[in-house]
């Protein structure tokens, strides 16, 4: 019985030679590889399930495993946080068995030198695995040495194998390929005298001492284009000629970076090099596949992302998530909003949010009568969450949940969600298993949440298109070109990474035990063969290396590979359009053919843009509409000519355009409701004091009640901590009532919220005045603030908000109301500090005619420009900002 | 390169070493040689117990780089090093806190698989959760401090929880003391005071008349003040405080100068007493301190309660943030297994910048390091980070410990950065005022420059009469706007106007400067804006690293704006705003006729979408496109067409600052994916930007790539770089003093400023001691970052600022006036105005375009795949390009029947020959199923109907290819017989037309001239002919050849319609 190793570096054309006769039963790790070599593809594991199978066997599934696992964390250990911890083990549980250690043995030996934890992991993976045996299941990580361990009883039908695409074989493997492989048998190991095949050089030894034989080598000598390449990152030594076909380039962003490789795969497939020639290779294909197939939606590139994506990340696994967080937390505004809103729930336009958001609904019931009347659904199964209940019940009734909400109807919109509807069905099916265990739903929470990590589907279902790969699953593969992005310091290769449980210390003790471990250099070499064989998969094609400088705001250093290579990173060379988007972007300031409607519009943008943008005066872009404003029937308050007289735009939008801000319940004080609510109890305070003599001001029960009947009047919304905060208010408001300077001895209050209506600079004004007081020197008109400072005015000629409004028209209406009285004062009365607020002396009042004459002047003409004061006091708390443009561009605008 | 004698004596110090590494003495260069010195034979370390600490990632990457390039030029390609240095810590605190907090949950009393928050989701996590966590307060503690003060005093000590822990220890016997040493300290250091003794001199030196009323002042300020620094007593000091200075005659005195001059200095001295008693006055404890006494249990209580509770829902959540994870691995150490743990395994310590190090990584290396062998590097007069807790005292601590013996720490002072004339000047300016801390460094560079280097500063100056002039704005910002052209002026001048040579590093020769060879540094973000328009208005590339927020752009308020637009058609606003944008560029005409056509009550977008304003159109259909799409595609997606259909980023790309504008839309559109996560929904998005925007936070812009541009950033932001040329801008600047409701030390205490009955603001002598220690921190800090910025000047130096004194100018004063003569550049209103921005460059187009969509490539299906295509192309799509299951899967009797299906196919197969052995397949399916399986599969042995397909070879199973043009198609057949091949069937339902092509594809593939299907239901076999498959031969051809080119258009009719699982959610569908 002969069996070969063939140790030739570039083994793909021998391969392919053997695999064509027929002889030999393929085995490759990837399809990807298997076609590299003109074969079908079937994977080493398939033979070791296979022969499970045939003995009764199985392998466990993800979910098997980990609820297996850690009932057996449970048990052995009981861990403060379960579920984490067996997050955690895993890996290092997983890696103990793949090393293929007796645990039992191991643990009967002396195990003082290793770490009491690591003794624990040993004790609670025997354990999971004698139970996993019991019930004739192995872990996916111990699958090669069981099958082998199964075929010393019953030995599988040997098999003339092909083993090519598995470069980097492990022991385990090894083990099981020499139980089945038959005489004639071919693993190919392509290797070098270079101290990166360190490991490759053991297992050939192993499999010698095996009586495998190494194949001589083969006379057909081949040029590879990249085989220097390859030399040159073994050795680290610069080649002797520049090697043409591959290039490192680096770009700025990583953005940038995308766009240029994106660029140059577009320009390949227009070239009409097919899709399977090309392949983009990233370390970590889950930080680059989300902006890649962005830009190549924009680029028009069929990009193919093939990585598993766990469910937690679909929306219907964010949809369950967020329903578990409402379900465990009441019925909460926001989240349950978003869950309900959601268009795997309604449609959007259902007219749901916008009630929603009108009457914040809070808590199962108020939630339950919306989602019925706006939605159709009926949400009472969720009352009962709190439970008991046997498995299968539970599963039944998510099951029912599931259609009450129609779910499979509505994922079908999407290939993903409804692989992912169908792999949560599944998983939802194993979980109800035993049926009679009953769990309650905080034992049941967990569990489900473990369902979204563990079951994964692809990042991008389907097929076709430039593949995006990481370098470990190209093993094997040939391509024409290949694009392999993030060649940076700390990306390509990654920090070799320690496991939490099991670091490298730990493991070198583990040795002593004689259980092995990868060690640090053993990844470091893994990785650096992944890299290795990288280059081989474009033996006979083009690479191309890049990296960008910038990423997310931290810079990157070449990767030392490059250095390896001797391939300094160039800047990128120009790179063609790719995309109408692009091509607009370079056209709209050059002459360009009228094709492009779009483009004639982003024209005309661009011009509007860059008007406002200029010092030029405003235009009607900028809210010069020159439609005269016919304000002779407009009834102006305080604060509307107070607001025009700010910023005309400011006005415009909210009255003319009727702009007001949403309607959304507030969920927090406002300082707007603070106000009225402030104003409302004065006033009720106020008015029992005036009716019944016995009453004080500074009573404070009477101002706590007068408190509550003013949160009432103004429909005070349910605020949080409102019980303690309202205790607050109350003693800011008692200092207040206490300070004589609120209610002088010698003031009589006349009136309070007095309505007036009236002319005034030609403008027709209504509004109210807080208090108005009777002094023997005459009334005194109060307007109370909660603020601490006087409010802002309106725009003097200096554009400074100083000149004050409310008081001088209150003045003269105050006269019309009270034509025998005069008017000895107007004042703001801070209701917060509990003192007068005066208005500057030096605030240029006397403008205030000729400014009130502007600003008719300006609605006359229809003039609305963007101009609030040079501070921009008034676009502090404005509402319009959206839309106004304003920033730095004001400045500019000659007034 | 070599090592200079000290990095030498650094790096090769035996046992543990400090190092105090000035601004550009080759430090990363000394730390280099230190770990090599580790990994050399003589010490023999691996990598993996070494531990390397660096201020940012950035640097870690960079150490890691140039100890692995070190590696491989002296030890060859020693893998076994080189290895394990790809798995050595060298990273910052966080990760190394990070790695002991994942290694040692239970200890650290963290989950074992948190993770980790940035800066904006903790901000908004603790703005989600904060208010609940003070409902949790009980009602008796806000008896006790009101909701509001609790609210801010709470929030300032969970941000500091560690400090606030300790501090809320503390009581008055702690602070007591520290106020009678700070009074004694204030006390007799006043008369040494450089201001102080100079007042003196000058009125010892000049004499008036006797009985000049200034005369007599003169004589009673020296005495008083020669009285009180003799004895220390107060009433000399309040003696001076109220000195009147009216009166006394210029006659009296030899000139006007002397006259003025003694009355200046004797209110200088009046000034200082009276500072001095103000400040002796607020630290008399008072009532305020008492009433803190009484409030702090109750805020104590309050702190543990929230505390918990936050940190208990963090727990459950799995997550932490910075704060917490150095927190929770001071914990875990705190176990002594713990430490044995990294006793074990790390033994030798390299720390970077550790005058930045604040006290709980000073802990947190304390009991890491006990044992081992540390290298501590830093330098006192670089430590800038006060705001984030950095305290140089923990250095001084280290630096004496480390060298308790007759050791003495190293320093490194030679720069290899600044050129020696250049060099020089700042060690002047420095010398005065950084005092003791100070220590010259000695400059490599002595290449002659012309001019020689000198620093430069200027300074704005505004005369008497534009002063007075009122029209005439000559406030803070006008002087930066002037000062802004200035810097504008300057940099043309030495760039382009007569371009001067400087020193390039990497080849040590001088070269003509280019615009990257220029940085600009400002303390705050702010100006920065200013002097880049300044600059880029004359046409300099300029490059804002970054600043303000990204919410605040315009380019994010459009996507805000859209964005709420699309989650809510009904917000009038939003859709006002995406109209009035650049998306739509309507007039505000068009919209003010629109809104006057609005009916009452009825939305903006409803009556958009039933008018008809030709103005309006294109906004209509493309908002109504997308809010089609928003059922279907993630936000992200959204923006993305919503630029496809308007052209929005061709507009920002043409408008001035077009390269900040698209990285801000980038960035924006990061932002949507990174809150769009999972839900893909656009209400969630437009939610979580309502919370950041009420919370407030700041979202960092995204940087910009350079190019040859100059560099404008803040100073925090410049440590560890350099430049040929720095300017350092608004030098006069003065930062806002904040005054904060509670203010605490960890030694000392919680110190707290509460209102009086009138509801004013007032403090207690504990807070104003505390006020007046951080005042002093921050002024002496404020040194420190000026000379951070001074010492990243290779060869120039320019100082500006908007006015002639104040801020940076007061501060270095002393040493300025030694060293260099300040320039007026007098107030010119004509400057001193916005400029107007020159529009981006016109891009040059690229020769090659390609617009149009690249073909998809298919190369590889299923042999099934030709069946589904042959029924419909579209139904193809879904099924294999898409890779949509459909509609019917799932459970259910669908996929029963094709668990059945398979296990038939096994049993034959494996020639399975009883329903036990079939059992045993693990197939899930009741056992019922499985008999019917067994019982389908043993109809092939028995049934007549297939006696022929019995005889002869037989291989199961057969994988099989075929290509066909450009496709390779794939299958497996499941008998392969000696002249034909076979499929198995177990459906209910015969529909033997479906699958002759994947017949045929078997056929040609596995070279048997027939093909039969075998229904096991039905006991029917249907065989197709050589003839009807030769026949086959073309049809299939050319229906592959339609499938290659890309054609998906549906073949639709109610017969295939009704069977498709895709019927569902097609829009072909016929019903
Ligand atoms: S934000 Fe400012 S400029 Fe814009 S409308 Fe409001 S006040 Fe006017």
Same mark, same amino acid.
């Given at each position: ?685 106020? =008015? !029992?004091? *005036? /009716?019944?003599?016995?009453?004080? &001001? ?5 101002? %706590? #009640?007068?408190? +509550? =009947? !003013?949160? *009432? /009047?103004?429909?005070?919304?349910? &605020? ?5 905060? %309202? #205790?607050?208010? +109350? ?20 009136? +309070? ?143 | ?454 620093i430069q500063l200027y300074t704005v100056e505004v005369d008497d009469d534009q002063k007075e002039d009122n029209a005439l704005d000559t406030g803070l910002n006008a002087g930066r706007l002037v000062e802004a052209q200035k810097i504008a002026d300057l940099v043309q001048s030495i760039l382009i106007d007569a371009p001067i040579q ?570």
């Open positions: 019985m002969t069996r070969f190793i063939c140790l030739d570096p570039f083994p793909q054309q021998q391969a392919t030679s053997l695999s064509k006769q027929g002889s030999h039963v393929v085995i490759t790790p990837s399809g990807l590889a298997a076609r590299a070599i003109l074969a079908q593809h079937q994977p080493l594991h398939t033979l070791a399930l296979k022969h499970l199978q045939q003995q009764g066997w199985a392998k466990a599934s993800r979910l098997q495993s980990q609820r297996l696992f850690r009932q057996t964390l449970q048990d052995v250990l009981q861990p403060a946080d379960l579920l984490g911890t067996t997050r955690a083990w895993m890996p290092a549980m997983r890696s103990l068995l793949k090393s293929g250690t007796c645990l039992k043995h191991a643990l009967e030996t002396d195990v003082t030198n290793l770490s009491a934890r690591t003794v624990k992991l040993i004790a609670v993976t025997q354990q999971y695995q004698s139970t996993l045996h019991k019930n004739s299941l192995v872990d996916t990580g111990e699958l090669y040495w069981q099958a082998a361990k199964l075929s010393t009883e019953l030995t599988p039908d040997p098999q003339r194998l092909l083993v090519y695409g598995y470069f980097q074989l492990q022991r385990d493997e090894l083990a099981w390929l020499n139980q089945i492989a038959a005489s004639g048998t071919q693993i190919c190991l392509p290797t070098c005298e270079s101290p990166f095949f360190a490991d490759t050089r053991v297992e050939i030894a192993w499999l010698q001492q095996q009586g495998w034989q190494i194949m001589p080598a083969s006379n057909i000598s081949v040029l590879l284009p990249n085989a220097a390449l390859c030399d040159n990152f073994l050795s680290a030594k610069p080649p002797e000629q520049p090697i043409e076909t591959a290039s490192a380039h680096v770009y700025g962003t990583f953005e940038a970076e995308i766009r240029g490789t994106l660029a140059q795969v577009k320009a390949l497939l227009n070239a009409d090099i097919p899709a399977k020639e090309i392949a983009i290779i990233a370390r970590d294909e889950r930080a680059y596949g989300p902006k890649l197939i962005e830009i190549a939606w924009e680029y028009g590139v069929p990009i193919r992302a093939l990585y598993s994506t766990p469910l937690l990340t679909t929306r219907l696994g964010t949809w369950i998530q967020l329903l578990l967080e409402v379900l465990d937390t009441g019925f909460p505004f926001e989240a349950t909003a978003k869950l309900l809103s959601h268009p795997l729930c309604s449609n959007p336009d259902s007219g749901f949010w916008a009630t929603a958001r009108a009457q914040h609904p809070k808590g199962f019931q108020q939630w339950k009568e919306i989602a019925s009347d706006h939605l159709g659904i009926n949400l009472s199964a969720l009352a009962q969450v709190n439970q008991t209940r046997r498995r299968d019940t539970w599963i039944d009734w998510w099951e029912r949940l599931f259609r009450t909400f129609d779910l499979r109807r509505r994922c079908a919109r999407w290939a993903r969600e409804s692989l992912a509807f169908n792999k949560l069905q599944k998983g939802l099916v194993e979980l109800s298993k035993p049926e009679a265990e009953t769990l309650s739903w905080s034992a049941l929470r967990p569990q489900l949440e473990d369902l979204l990590e563990s079951l994964s589907v692809p990042a991008q279902p389907g097929r076709g298109g430039v593949e995006l790969h990481s370098p470990a699953s190209v093993v094997g593969a040939q391509y024409a070109h290949l694009f392999v992005m993030g060649m940076a310091d700390g990306v390509l290769p990654p920090p070799v990474s320690n496991d939490r449980v099991l670091d490298f210390f730990e493991r070198q003790q583990l040795r002593d035990q004689s259980i092995a471990l990868p060690t640090a250099s053993e990844l470091f070499r893994t990785e650096a063969l992944w890299f290795y064989y990288l280059l081989q998969a474009a033996a006979t094609g083009r690479i191309t290396f890049s990296y960008p400088k910038l990423h997310e705001r931290t810079e990157r250093l070449p990767s030392p590979y490059l250095k390896r290579l001797s391939l300094p990173a160039i800047a990128s060379p120009e790179q063609p359009i790719a995309s109408r988007e692009e091509l607009r972007r370079y056209y709209l300031r050059h002459p360009h053919k009228e094709d492009d409607a779009i483009l004639a519009q982003a024209v005309r943008a661009f011009g509007i843009e860059q008007y406002r943008e200029s010092t030029q005066p405003a235009n009607e872009y900028d809210g010069v509409i020159n439609i005269p404003f016919d304000y002779s029937n407009w009834v102006f308050s305080a604060s509307q000519i107070t607001r025009l007289g700010q910023c005309r735009f400011k006005w415009f939008a909210d009255k003319v355009l009727k702009l007001g801000a949403v309607i959304e319940v507030e969920e927090d004080l406002s300082p707007s409701l603070r106000g009225n609510l402030y104003h409302k109890v004065v006033e009720l305070l106020i =008015e !029992a004091v *005036q /009716a019944n003599s016995a009453h004080s &001001l500074t009573d404070e029960k009477l101002l %706590r #009640e007068k408190f +509550l =009947e !003013a949160e *009432q /009047a103004v429909h005070l919304p349910t &605020l949080l901590n409102w019980e303690v905060r %309202r #205790e607050e208010h +109350l003693r800011q408001l008692a200092i207040t009532l206490q300070k004589p300077e609120f209610w002088p001895p010698e003031a009589t209050p006349i009136a +309070l919220e007095k309505h007036f209506k009236g002319e005034w600079h030609g403008l027709k004004v209504t509004g109210r005045i807080d208090r108005i007081d009777e002094t023997p020197s005459g009334l005194v008109l109060i307007d109370y603030k909660t603020g601490t400072s006087v409010p802002k005015g309106i725009q003097d000629t200096n554009g400074k908000v100083t000149i004050d409004l409310q008081l001088p028209l209150y003045r003269e209406m105050a006269a019309d109301l009270y034509p025998e009285k005069s008017v000895a004062d107007t004042r703001y009365f801070s209701l917060t500090k509990g003192k007068k607020l005066s208005v500057s002396s030096k605030a240029p009042q006397h403008e205030l005619p000729a400014m009130i004459e502007t600003c008719k002047r300006d609605l006359d003409e229809g003039n609305y420009p963007v101009q609030p004061d040079t501070k921009r006091d008034a676009c502090t708390y404005c509402d319009f900002d959206l839309l106004c443009r304003q920033g730095s561009r004001l400045a500019r605008k000659e007034k | 390169m070599g090592l200079t004698t000290e990095q030498k004596k650094a790096a090769h110090a035996s046992g543990s070493v400090a190092v105090t590494a000035g601004a550009g003495t080759g430090k990363t260069h000394m730390l280099t040689e230190r770990y090599l010195y580790f990994l050399r034979d003589s010490q023999g370390f691996s990598p993996l117990q070494i531990i390397a600490v660096t201020f940012t990632e950035k640097a870690a990457t960079e150490l890691r780089s140039r100890i692995r390039q070190a590696v491989m030029q002296e030890m060859g390609d020693r893998l076994e090093v080189l290895a394990e240095l790809e798995a050595a810590q060298i990273s910052t605190f966080h990760s190394l806190a990070t790695r002991i907090c994942q290694e040692h949950p239970e200890s650290a009393n963290v989950p074992p698989d948190f993770t980790v928050q940035d800066a904006t989701e903790s901000a908004l996590w603790q703005a989600e959760h904060f208010d609940n966590a003070l409902a949790q307060l009980p009602a008796d503690l806000y008896e006790v401090v009101p909701f509001s003060f609790m609210q801010t005093a709470l929030s300032a000590l969970l941000a500091d929880p560690l400090t606030a822990e300790q501090s809320l220890e503390r009581d008055r016997a702690d602070w007591l003391p520290a106020i009678e040493s700070f009074r004694e300290r204030l006390l007799t250091d006043l008369s040494a005071q450089p201001n102080w003794v100079s007042a003196c001199d000058r009125l010892s030196h000049i004499e008036g008349s006797a009985g000049d009323k200034i005369e007599i002042v003169r004589q009673e300020a020296l005495k008083d003040a020669a009285e009180f620094s003799l004895t220390g007593d107060v009433s000399s000091l309040e003696a001076l405080s109220t000195l009147l200075l009216t009166g006394g005659s210029k006659k009296n005195w030899p000139d006007l100068a002397d006259f003025n001059a003694v009355k200046g200095a004797a209110k200088e001295l009046r000034d200082i007493a009276k500072e001095a008693i103000q400040t002796l006055q607020v630290l008399n404890p008072n009532e305020y301190d008492d009433r803190t006494e009484a409030m702090l249990p109750a805020i104590k209580e309050a702190f543990r309660i929230v505390r918990g509770y936050l940190q208990n829902i963090k727990y459950h959540q799995r997550i932490l943030d910075f704060n917490d994870l150095e927190v929770h691995a001071l914990k875990a150490l705190s176990d002594p297994a713990v430490a044995k743990y990294y006793a074990q395994r790390w033994q030798v310590f390299l720390i970077d910048e550790f005058q930045d190090t604040n006290p709980t990584q000073g802990k947190l290396l304390e009991r890491l390091t006990k044992g081992s062998i540390i290298t501590i590097v830093g330098d006192r007069k670089q430590s800038i980070y006060g705001f984030r807790r950095a305290d140089t005292t923990v250095f001084e601590q280290w630096q004496t410990h480390i060298h308790a013996g007759d050791s003495a720490p190293v320093e490194l002072s030679t720069s290899f950065r600044t050129h020696h004339s250049l060099m020089r000047q700042i060690n002047q300016v420095f010398a005065p005022v950084l005092t003791d801390m100070h220590q010259p460094l000695q400059a490599h560079r002595q290449e002659t420059l012309s001019p020689p280097p000198e400087v020193h390039d590093k990497a080849s040590n020769q001088l070269r003509q400067i280019e615009a990257k060879d220029i940085a600009i540094l400002g303390r705050t973000w702010g100006p920065l804006d200013l002097y880049s328009n300044a600059l880029s208005a004359r046409g300099i590339p300029v490059l804002q690293a970054g600043g303000g927020s990204l919410l605040d752009t315009r380019e994010a308020k459009d996507v805000i704006a859209l964005l709420r637009f699309l989650a809510d058609p009904t917000d009038a606003l939003a859709l006002a705003a995406v109209l009035r944008s650049p998306f739509f560029a309507v007039s505000d005409r068009i919209l003010y006729l629109f809104a006057q056509s609005l009916p009452d009550n009825k939305s903006w977008w409803n009556h958009l979408r039933e008018t008809s304003v030709p103005e309006l159109e294109t906004a209509k259909q493309v908002l109504r496109d997308l809010l089609g799409a928003r059922r279907v595609d993630a936000p992200t997606r959204l923006l993305q067409m919503c630029d496809r259909l308007t052209g929005y980023t061709a507009v920002i790309a043409n408008l001035p600052g077009a390269t900040r504008r698209m990285a801000d839309w980038n960035g924006t559109l990061e932002l949507v994916r990174s809150l769009e996560q999972g839900s893909a929904d656009v209400l969630a998005v437009v939610r979580r930007l309502k919370q950041i925007i009420s919370a407030a936070i700041t979202l960092p812009r995204p940087a910009v790539e350079g190019g040859n541009a100059v560099s404008l950033m803040t100073i925090h932001g410049s440590k560890g770089l350099e430049w040929p040329v720095v300017f350092i801008p608004d030098l006069s600047h003065r930062s806002q003093p904040d005054s904060p409701v509670l203010r605490f030390e960890a030694s000392l205490g919680v110190a707290l400023k509460l209102q009086d009955k009138a509801g004013d603001s007032q403090k207690s002598a504990f807070y104003a001691l505390l006020e007046q220690t951080q005042k002093a921190a921050e002024k002496e800090e404020a040194k420190r970052v000026f000379y951070v910025a001074l010492t990243r000047a290779r060869d120039r130096l320019m100082l500006t600022a908007a006015s002639p004194s104040g801020g940076g100018l007061t501060l270095l004063k002393p040493g300025l006036d030694q060293a260099i003569l300040a320039t007026a550049i007098p107030f010119n209103p004509d400057l001193a105005k916005p400029v107007e921005p020159l529009p981006a460059d016109i891009p040059s187009i690229p020769k090659q375009q390609m617009v149009r969509s690249a073909k998809i490539g298919l190369f590889e299906l299923p042999v099934t795949a030709l069946s589904d295509y042959a029924l419909c192309p579209l139904r193809f799509k879904f099924r294999h390009i898409d890779g949509h299951p459909g509609y019917q899967t799932g459970t259910g009797p669908h996929q029963d029947a094709m668990a059945l299906g398979r296990l038939t196919h096994k049993a034959l197969e494996l020639g399975i020959d009883s329903v036990e052995e079939l059992a045993k397949q693990k197939s899930q399916l009741p056992i019922a199923a499985v008999k019917e399986a067994f019982s389908l599969a043993q109809k092939f042995h028995l049934a007549d109907a297939y006696a022929e397909q019995r005889q002869g070879n037989l291989t199961w199973e057969k994988a099989v290819s075929l290509r066909v043009g450009t496709l390779t198609l794939n299958g497996i057949v499941d008998l392969v017989g000696d002249n034909f091949v076979l499929d198995f069937k177990t459906d209910q339902s015969m529909h033997p037309d479906h699958h002759r092509f994947q017949l045929w594809a078997y056929s040609r593939a596995a070279g048997k001239p027939i093909a039969h299907l075998a229904y096991l239901r039905h006991d029917r076999l249907y065989s197709l002919t050589s003839a009807e498959l030769s026949a086959l031969d073309q049809e299939a051809t050319a229906l592959v050849k339609q499938l290659t080119s890309g054609d998906f258009s549906a073949c639709h009719n109610s017969l295939s319609c009704n069977i498709c699982p895709y019927a569902e959610f097609c829009d072909s569908r016929v019903i």
